[in-house]
């Protein structure tokens, strides 16, 4: 299915090898900030320091982007508290739950911009972390200033801007082991007056998983991209221009169960392609702080394919052919309207319509002699939304703040045209609000409560599409919105030495989007979309490192979850949610200057997950995974502005193991990421 893989794996690998590659490395600085005075936007709608910030927020910054060997965006996110991985059999295909909450439930943005997937699995993270400037992430709901779906939290990717110099760029090679592949990518990038550029492009090829327990059939991926952006200022206005492409073409690892002969999968074309423009301007009036609005166009392509056969001679084939298409508006406003705090008001229009071809063939051997039913279905349906918020900040004192915000959601989807189904409407309005305090007794401590609410509306394939895999599962026009309130407590400290960032949260969820069985039809099995389930998780996030006294360049880091999760399908109640009760990593790190221009590091650390299952409303264990640990390293070395070299190992202690939600993890592995800046 992957075209000359073994050919472009020896060519990235060798040029992996031999090639010097990367991004930009700075002088290490003794004056270097700590992880809670990052500025981000995401959680408040307004630039503030983690350590001010009234939600539960994570960064990934340019320092930590570079030491990365990862092929995919959501692996970047693996050893964010509270996030899990899931590929659903494909690696090339990740998505990413937060809380616990499945995909779905989880907004995911380029720029600010929702990318959305009509699939039960939820949005896969396509993106190429190469054209990444930084990460921010939101856990838990944050449907206010986020809009739909942010009921497990918020991914915010920010690709890269233009140059400083007339021109810059890199080079970047990566080789995994585990694989037998890597990727190669380069930018140029530039500026010049009042005009910067950039131009990014790239390809990754990686082969079937290497385990300790052998190779993983049909679990290799590979992709190519191209991105560019385009900016202008003016004074205090700056307009900006990006395009983006990406193409992913991935097989799905699908290992034979009980009573089925054979069960292939593939998704041969995954193809997103984005315009987007973005206006900013910045003091535009004593009342006007901020003003900032973007127009988005972009596709995603998909052609999945399947073939299933049972030991009962049952044998189902299908293709599913779709087209997406988004476009929307974003509008925000910055004002200073009254002395106590920033007024934030923002507008968000959203049109996204999917086009789908799905095409069937079951053959049923009984009564013999048997016979094959052929079944094909054309659909065009779309989902139409808008939205205003506000959030208003009150400094109650000098050490605290108040936040309180409001969003209106008005929501129309229709299935606009089919072969054989009834044309069918849905829709919602809401009014979801969220109220936050922040306070700080000292300098060195923040304080926080949030109480939110977050909303995710049902997908188009929900409401009314049919698919069949293995089971015939119908869409249903009658599905209300699934919503969530959340209470968080949470608080941080820093110093010189110690770094602390905890948070305790309670959720409530209901209306969840579940299957019920349908009676037996004469194509088999059948199920169908209802709202039957609820949900309940309280947990513990945790982030902490200190800087020993002696040695001010060594750091012991811990970070993690403790997280219970409980299910209620209205008949039954448990705990078996299919999710890990305590997952995080523990490490130390070492930097040490080898000349004024080069820094040397190490990174030695365990990532663990304890053991999951998933149980299903009849009581019956559906998938889970056992617990495990496993030992890793990173050595890095950085000279001035020229050169980066990374090498990350995996598993030092190859042990087998399998986290929830994934395919086996690899064998013990090395990943060299070499860099050439100029």
């Known amino acids: ?171 970047t090679f990566t080789g995994r082991t585990a694989s037998r592949g890597g990727g190669a990518n ?19 090829d990686d082969g079937d998983r290497r385990a300790p327990d052998g190779r993983l059939d049909s679990s290799g991926y590979s992709h190519d991209q191209v991105s560019t952006h385009l900016g202008y200022r003016l004074d205090n206005h700056y307009l900006a221009v990006k395009a983006d492409q990406y193409r992913l073409d991935a097989d799905v690892y699908s290992p034979l169960e009980s009573g089925i002969e054979l069960f292939q999968v593939g998704l041969p074309r995954r193809d997103l392609r984005k315009v987007a423009l973005f206006y900013e301007g910045e003091r535009l009036s004593p009342r006007l702080d901020k003003l900032e609005a973007s127009l988005y166009y972009q596709t995603v392509d998909r052609l999945f394919e399947s073939q299933v056969e049972r030991t009962s001679g049952i044998a ?9 298409t988004t476009y929307g508006l974003d509008v925000q406003a910055d004002l200073e309207l009254t ?29 013999p002699p048997g016979a094959t039913e052929v079944s094909s279905t054309l659909d065009e349906a779309y989902i139409e939304t808008f939205s205003a918020y506000a959030q208003q900040a009150w400094a109650l004192s000098d050490a605290t703040t108040l936040y309180l915000g409001a ?41 926080r409560a949030n109480l939110a609410q977050g909303y995710s509306y049902p997908t188009l394939e ?46 409530r969820a209901k209306d969840y989007i579940g299957q019920e069985d349908l009676p037996s039809q004469e194509q088999g099995p059948s199920r169908r979309f209802v709202n039957i389930d609820k949900a309940r998780t309280t947990g513990l996030e945790l982030l902490s490192e200190y800087t020993l006294p002696r040695w001010d360049s060594t750091t012991l880091y811990l970070s993690g979850s403790l997280l219970q999760r409980e299910l209620d399908y209205g008949t039954r109640t ?59 390293a990173y050595l890095g070395l950085r000279h001035g502005d020229s050169f980066d070299l990374g090498l990350s190992l995996g598993n030092l202690l190859d042990k087998s193991y399998e986290p929830y939600g994934e395919i086996p993890g690899a064998e013990r592995n090395a990943s060299l990421r070499s860099t050439f800046y100029f």
Do not use: C
């Open 1 to 171: 299915m992957l075209h000359s893989r073994e050919k472009q794996r020896a060519i990235i690998l060798a040029l992996a090898l031999a090639g010097v590659g990367g991004v930009q490395a700075a002088e290490p600085s003794a004056d270097t900030p700590s992880t809670l005075d990052t500025m981000v936007v995401l959680g408040s709608g307004q630039e503030v320091s983690i350590f001010d910030s009234p939600a539960s927020v994570s960064t990934l910054g340019p320092d930590t982007l570079r030491r990365s060997s990862a092929s995919s965006a959501a692996e970047l996110l693996r050893d964010v508290p509270g996030v899990q991985i899931f590929d659903n059999g494909s690696p090339g295909m990740q998505r990413i739950r937060i809380r616990g909450e499945d995909s779905r439930r989880v907004t995911i943005q380029i720029d600010g911009h929702a990318l959305t997937d009509h699939s039960p699995h939820g949005t896969p993270l396509l993106l190429d972390p190469s054209t990444i400037e930084r990460i921010e992430v939101v856990r838990g709901p944050s449907s206010v200033l986020s809009g739909s779906n942010a009921i497990g939290g918020v991914v915010n990717i920010i690709t890269r801007r233009g140059g400083d110099q007339p021109l810059e760029g890199s080079v």
């Open 186 to 204: 380069a930018t140029l990038q530039g500026a010049s007056g009042d005009l910067d550029w950039r131009l990014s492009a790239g390809l990754s």
């Open 316 to 324: 189902v084939e299908s293709t599913s052919d779709d087209t997406q």
């Open 339 to 367: 002395a106590a705090g920033k007024t934030l008001v923002g507008l968000e229009y959203e049109h996204d319509a999917l086009d789908t071809k799905k095409d069937a063939s079951t053959f049923m051997p009984f009564p």
């Open 407 to 447: 969003r209106g959601y008005s929501v129309r989807a229709k299935l606009d045209a089919s072969l054989d189904k009834d044309l069918e409407s849905n829709s919602d309005e809401r009014l979801l609000g969220s109220l936050s305090l922040v306070h700080h007794p000292t300098e060195r401590w923040s304080l």
């Open 462 to 507: 929900q409401l009314f599409l049919t698919t069949k895999v293995d089971v015939l599962t119908k869409g249903n026009s009658d599905l209300s919105p699934e919503s969530a309130n959340t209470l968080e407590l949470g608080a941080r400290y820093r110093d010189d030495q110690l770094l602390l960032d905890a948070t305790l949260f309670h959720t």
């Open 574 to 632: 448990t705990t078996d949610s299919g999710t890990p009760q305590l997952a995080g990593n523990l490490g130390v790190r070492h930097e040490w200057p080898l000349s004024p221009e080069t820094l040397a590091e190490a990174d030695f650390f365990v990532r663990a997950e304890s053991s999951a299952k998933l149980r299903a409303a009849d009581g019956e264990v559906t998938s889970r995974a056992a617990g495990y640990g496993t030992l890793n």
